[in-house]
């Protein structure tokens, strides 16, 4: 593991290295550089500093015996007395993954009342299911849950472990993660195994600028979140094959501090990542109340709206009818969009829909990437006439 160190008996205080810091890493204070939590550790700094009272130390890891920690585990979610469908997806891409390097698919599910779900989840391929079905678990504890987890964790050595990139996962993956001081990489949209076992995890990064492959090399197990809708889940089989082992609650579950005090349910609301057709709207459009189009059009096919993040920061819309990393991943079977340019972090959250057809009068947008029909043209022109044909025909 690397870190930046500031020499002091060197520094001068110039303040060079805060003005060419791209992330803003460096506050001066009193005259003096200091870190703050925005370093990313690229060396920018250090090629700046005048007085080379910069530093860059790395920490040697132990390299653990590979050979030693096999097979995927993939972390089944219940929620709301339900298998969450990304539990389905993550055994689906972990059965791909694991014919490479000859592994097993395993999972393991916690909380209370769950036991019932081991038996469906042994339709899908998978070879063993753990089970820790217990009454302090019947809500989610993220240090009751992540003791059960590495509890399995331990006994198995599973070289890969995959959750779900959910409220629920997003708390507990970190934790594992820690426990075992190994990487965790988040909000993947791709993953690849290695013949050495080494998981490829493919992310946007920067802003969505690159994507980029970060693999664990040294440490085990590789953690790995990965949001809904971005793999494929496999087909259930009429015959159940394999096993459920029901363990018992480690002890560090009945040490918790954390106790229930009352539960409020969420009210449930549509999601665009359920819809089967959407209609987006993007930078393209000009005026707010040019959003009604894009609304008319997906009331007429019977489906719903989206738009990209261009059109959120302006304020026309909420988060939640955003497509994009820090909006909503979607997998419709059509998807058409209007003024929408392609970026990668928009992209790579809807480029696995089943159809695709794209409006744009840039002949060059990156969305004609992922198109299976581009259109290249004014979608003032190409929307008005959409909805008014449509019409006609239902007419």
Same mark, same amino acid.
């Given at each position: 593991?690397?870190?930046? &160190?500031?020499?002091?008996?060197?520094?001068?205080?110039?303040?060079?290295?805060?003005?060419?810091?791209?992330?803003?890493?460096?506050?001066?204070?009193?005259?003096?550089?200091?870190?703050?939590?925005?370093?990313?550790?690229?060396?920018?700094?250090?090629?700046?500093?005048?007085?080379?009272?910069?530093?860059?130390?790395?920490?040697?890891? /132990? *390299?653990?015996? %590979?050979?030693?920690?096999?097979?995927?585990?993939?972390?089944?979610?219940?929620?709301?007395?339900?298998? #969450?469908?990304? *539990?389905?997806?993550?055994?689906? %891409?972990?059965?791909?993954?694991?014919?490479? =390097?000859?592994?097993? =698919?395993?999972?393991?599910?916690?909380?209370?009342?769950?036991?019932?779900? &081991?038996?469906?989840?042994?339709?899908?391929? =998978?070879?063993? =299911? !753990?089970?820790?079905?217990?009454?302090?678990?019947?809500?989610?504890?993220?240090?009751?849950?992540?003791?059960?987890?590495?509890?399995?964790?331990?006994?198995?050595?599973?070289?890969?472990?995959?959750?779900?990139?959910?409220?629920?996962?997003?708390?507990?993956?970190?934790?594992?993660?820690?426990?075992? #001081?190994?990487?965790?990489?988040?909000?993947?949209?791709?993953?690849?195994?290695?013949?050495?076992?080494?998981?490829?995890?493919?992310?946007? @990064?920067?802003?969505?600028?690159?994507?980029?492959?970060?693999?664990?090399?040294?440490?085990?197990?590789?953690?790995?979140?990965?949001?809904?809708?971005?793999?494929?889940?496999?087909?259930?089989? &009429?015959? @159940?094959?394999?096993?459920?082992?029901?363990?018992?609650?480690?002890?560090?579950?009945?040490?918790?501090?954390?106790?229930?005090?009352?539960?409020?349910?969420?009210? !449930?609301?549509?999601?665009?990542?359920? @819809?089967?057709?959407?209609?987006?709207?993007?930078?393209?459009?000009?005026?707010?109340?040019?959003?009604?189009? +894009?609304? /008319?059009? !997906?009331?007429?096919?019977?489906?719903? $709206? !989206?738009?990209?993040?261009?059109?959120? /920061?302006?304020? $026309?819309?909420?988060?939640?009818?955003?497509?994009?990393?820090?909006?909503?991943?979607?997998?419709?079977?059509?998807?058409?969009?209007?003024?929408?340019?392609? &970026?990668?972090?928009?992209? *790579?959250?809807?480029?696995?829909?089943?159809?695709? +057809?794209?409006?744009?009068?840039?002949?060059?947008?990156?969305?004609?990437?992922?198109? #299976?029909?581009?259109?290249?043209?004014?979608?003032?022109?190409?929307?008005?006439?959409?909805?008014?044909?449509?019409? /006609?025909?239902? @007419?």
């Amino acid at each position: 593991m690397a870190q930046i &160190a500031i020499l002091e008996r060197k520094c001068n205080g110039c303040g060079q290295c805060a003005k060419s810091c791209p992330f803003g890493a460096i506050d001066m204070n009193n005259g003096k550089p200091e870190l703050n939590a925005a370093c990313k550790v690229c060396g920018v700094c250090l090629k700046n500093c005048p007085q080379k009272a910069i530093v860059r130390l790395e920490t040697k890891v /132990e *390299s653990v015996d %590979k050979t030693q920690w096999n097979d995927i585990l993939v972390f089944a979610e219940v929620s709301g007395g339900q298998l #969450h469908p990304v *539990s389905l997806e993550l055994i689906g %891409k972990a059965r791909e993954l694991a014919k490479n =390097v000859n592994f097993r =698919v395993n999972a393991i599910l916690v909380g209370r009342g769950v036991e019932p779900f &081991a038996q469906e989840l042994l339709h899908y391929g =998978v070879h063993e =299911v !753990a089970v820790y079905d217990d009454p302090g678990l019947s809500f989610f504890r993220a240090d009751a849950y992540a003791c059960c987890v590495e509890d399995y964790i331990k006994l198995r050595k599973p070289s890969v472990v995959l959750v779900g990139a959910t409220s629920l996962g997003r708390s507990l993956a970190p934790r594992l993660s820690t426990r075992f #001081h190994t990487g965790l990489t988040a909000d993947c949209t791709q993953l690849e195994l290695r013949e050495n076992t080494d998981l490829v995890q493919i992310r946007p @990064a920067f802003g969505g600028n690159i994507m980029a492959q970060i693999v664990t090399t040294r440490t085990r197990p590789q953690f790995a979140t990965v949001r809904y809708k971005v793999m494929n889940a496999p087909e259930r089989s &009429a015959e @159940a094959a394999g096993t459920v082992l029901n363990r018992s609650i480690p002890k560090g579950v009945a040490e918790s501090p954390v106790r229930h005090v009352s539960t409020e349910p969420v009210p !449930a609301v549509e999601s665009i990542s359920d @819809a089967e057709i959407l209609v987006v709207g993007g930078r393209g459009l000009q005026k707010e109340s040019d959003l009604e189009m +894009i609304r /008319e059009l !997906a009331g007429l096919l019977h489906g719903d $709206w !989206a738009v990209s993040r261009p059109l959120v /920061e302006k304020g $026309w819309t909420t988060n939640n009818r955003q497509i994009g990393l820090s909006g909503r991943t979607v997998r419709p079977k059509l998807i058409i969009t209007f003024g929408v340019s392609g &970026a990668i972090q928009f992209a *790579s959250c809807m480029n696995k829909s089943d159809h695709i +057809i794209a409006v744009n009068s840039d002949g060059q947008a990156p969305i004609f990437e992922v198109a #299976h029909i581009a259109v290249v043209g004014d979608l003032y022109q190409i929307l008005p006439d959409m909805i008014r044909r449509i019409k /006609e025909a239902q @007419a």
